[in-house]
């Protein structure tokens, strides 16, 4: 076996979900709500316009799933990639009176660029997670499912809680239910202007997490004591379980 393999998450084919389309006239709208219009096992379980999404994450490395990169696309190519400080020039191009080749790392351009500048590079986003049938509780699509946003609040509020809940349940992310959703908020210099913003948080207190991955990782001492307590590792008999709403979605 070769050592170090790289660890590759597929995804659905069939598009991204996003909180935003196009307009009849072909310029971006925000939306108040998921866009799953491609997928109709989602629609069917979450409605046409779900704001919350239970999604399971593949893997307990942040970097397989998430991805953010501020980048700059032509008319059907990528022009440039940056993390931030290094750019990666995919084609040849001119700015601010200095030439650039097709593969060359420069340091970061845009921080000289003006706000408005379009040729300054953008936030982008990638999320790759299951999504759970919210009432059944369990993953049918062996696929994740990719997401995508252009908000930087969007990308750091994601990577912030999934980080901490990771920090908090030894290490472990996979077997851990979150919610995901769409909230508007107004714009700071327009309030009347509603952006999407993307937030998550995991389902249930700290203790009922750890106990739901233990029980996954079959650490025998711990699931003697959850059995001995009589409670089942995803709530099933416990006072507040509702077998309509098992994952507590408001």
Known sequence: MIKNMRYRVAVDSRGKITSGKKSEKGYPQSLDH???SEFPELIKGYGERPQKLVVF???DTITDFFDCNYVL??????????DGE?????I????GGKHYEAGECSECICKNLDPDDKKRCKYSMYLKAFIADPKLRKVNNPLCYLFYTGSKN?????????????????GVLRGVPFILEVEMVGGKEDAKQKFPIWKIHAVGMIDEIRERTEYMLDVPEKNKQIESRKVLPRGEGTPDYDPENPLGIE
């Open 57 to 59: 994450f593949p893997s």
């Open 154 to 170: 969007s990308g750091d509020n994601i990577y912030s809680e999934i980080e901490k809940i990771q920090a908090l349940n030894m």
């Open 73 to 82: 696309y032509g008319k059907d190519t990528k022009i440039r990639s940056c």
């Open 92 to 95: 040849k191009e001119d700015i």
């Open 34 to 36: 998921f866009n799953v």
């Open 86 to 90: 290094e750019a990666i020039h995919r």
